[in-house]
């Protein structure tokens, strides 16, 4: 039971390239969730999805695709990848029961150039 | 919309002392979640305590407890005979219910556990 992982684990893009990072849980939960950590800044919400086939915005979703094909993973897209973007990336996933506990990955860290 | 705020950026503690990081929130939400997460240096996101609101009683976990202030709206966590190991970020959250079961952080506050 691997929990919840990500890919990759860091990258470095330049301006204008695009990347795909992948979330994946192995523990069936409906909820997962993108957030992004910038220092100073704490965790914020990019995009989530409370099951399979939808997701909606969060608090910084400008800049990011996701999608929800299947429901153990979930992927962040950058379709042209700014400086800004700059950030410590993490995933999380919670249960449909006891929805309160969020188990977060290992995170990525993105550098754009 | 929910915001969280940590006014302390930095702390310092000796060993086996005791520690109390604050935290205050401002919610119109009427049932909700707080929460506090710790994060070493190797970036894992760790759940340290968690508080339900309707609860009166404030939660322990070990050398961790906090002190719940609904009506001033804070929410503190007391870190008792510290240890080298409770080094890290420790972040405050939100979380409304029902609804996306989305969490609002606050900026964190860096712990250092001094020997």
């Known amino acids: 039971n691997a929990g919840v992982t990500q890919t990759p684990k860091f990258r470095v893009l330049k301006t204008g390239q695009s990347m795909t990072l992948l979330c994946a849980q192995d523990m069936n939960h409906e909820y997962m969730y993108w957030y992004r950590q910038d220092p100073g800044m704490g965790l914020r919400l990019i995009h989530y999805s409370v099951g399979e086939g939808t997701t909606a915005k969060g608090e910084v979703p400008d800049g990011y695709n996701v999608s929800r094909l299947k429901k153990q993973n979930f992927l962040l897209g950058l379709e042209s990848a700014a400086p800004s973007q700059t950030s410590v990336y993490f995933c999380?996933?919670?249960?449909?029961?006891?929805?309160?506990?969020?188990?977060f990955g290992p995170g990525t860290r993105l550098l754009v150039l | 919309a929910q915001t969280v705020t940590q006014s302390q950026p930095e702390m310092s503690v000796q060993e086996a002392e005791t520690v109390t990081l604050s935290c205050t929130y401002d919610t119109s939400e009427s049932n909700y979640y707080l929460f506090w997460y710790k994060q070493p240096p190797s970036r894992q996101m760790i759940l340290v305590i968690r508080q339900e609101a309707y609860k009166q009683q404030n939660a322990t976990e070990n050398r961790f407890s906090v002190n719940f202030q609904k009506a001033a709206k804070s929410f503190s966590l007391k870190i008792s005979d510290s240890q080298l190991g409770d080094t890290a970020m420790y972040f405050c959250?939100?979380?409304?219910?029902?609804?996306?079961?989305?969490?609002?952080f606050g900026k964190g506050t860096k712990l250092s556990v001094i020997p």
């Open positions: 959250a939100f979380m409304a219910v029902p609804g996306s079961y989305q969490l609002t």
């Open positions: 999380a996933s919670t249960r449909q029961v006891f929805q309160e506990t969020q188990y």
